[in-house]
């Protein structure tokens, strides 16, 4: 089916661990972007990226990389994982952001550090 | 800055009533604005979106948005709702670049039979 695959699912990790969300679309959009979603105050934006090689920050960057090798992959690293950093994650793609075209979102991680 | 408020933390209507919710932006420039849902568990659908054009514009599952740029609002409408429309709703605004939206707190939805 097509459409935005974020895998895991749920994750626990204990302080200081590092691991990869992952993100792949099938659409061939361009932009895709990663928002994290906490009570109380919707969905904030991490990073995103209008193309393949091409990645920048959003809103609340600190503790998270990113990169974009393939127009199909957008990976989110965290390196040293934080209590702060729980969260439930989307990744969202979109084909023509610049024409209004609204995102395409994935159906989320739920991440909890310990 | 740009900036979402979704006044309305939770909302409780009977099935068949009629719903608003509201949405006010800030933001300096023609505003590009979004309604999306969350089911419980699920990712976001977009319900509707405005960039240019009728004030009024319609999305799906019968809902509808009406963007008033000197109440710097863009309100969700629907003249019924169902059991089904229970869930998380959140409106979004768009930079100019599209490059990065911005989403209020989300506004949830119960639904009495």
């Known amino acids: 089916n097509a459409g935005v695959t974020q895998t895991p699912k749920f994750q626990v990790l204990k302080t200081g661990q590092s691991m990869t969300l992952q993100c792949a679309q099938d659409m061939n959009h361009e932009y895709m972007s990663w928002y994290r979603q906490d009570p109380g105050m919707g969905l904030r934006l991490i990073h995103y990226?209008?193309?393949?090689?091409?990645?920048d920050q959003g809103e609340v960057p600190n503790g998270y990389n990113v990169s974009r090798s393939t127009t199909e992959d957008f990976p989110l690293r965290l390196l040293s994982a934080a209590p702060s950093q729980t969260s439930v994650y989307f990744c969202?793609?979109?084909?023509?952001?610049?024409?209004?075209?609204?995102?395409?979102f994935g159906s989320g991680t739920r991440l909890t550090v310990v | 800055a740009q900036s979402v408020t979704q006044p309305d933390i939770h909302i409780t209507v009977s099935e068949g009533a009629s719903l608003e919710l509201r949405c006010n932006y800030s933001?300096?420039?023609?505003?590009?604005l979004f309604w999306y849902v969350q089911s419980p568990g699920q990712g976001l659908q977009l319900l509707l979106k405005y960039f240019s054009g009728d004030t009024l514009v319609q999305g799906i599952k019968g809902f509808e948005a009406e963007f008033k740029r000197s109440q710097s609002s863009f309100n969700l409408r629907k003249p019924s709702v169902h059991w089904s429309d229970a869930a998380e709703y959140f409106c979004a605004v768009g930079d100019g670049n599209f490059n990065k939206f911005y989403f209020g707190s989300g506004t949830k939805l119960n639904v009495k039979p």
């Open positions: 969202a793609s979109s084909s023509s952001p610049d024409r209004g075209y609204g995102y395409t």
């Open positions: 933001y300096g420039a023609t505003p590009y």
């Open positions: 990226s209008v193309g393949a090689g091409i990645t």
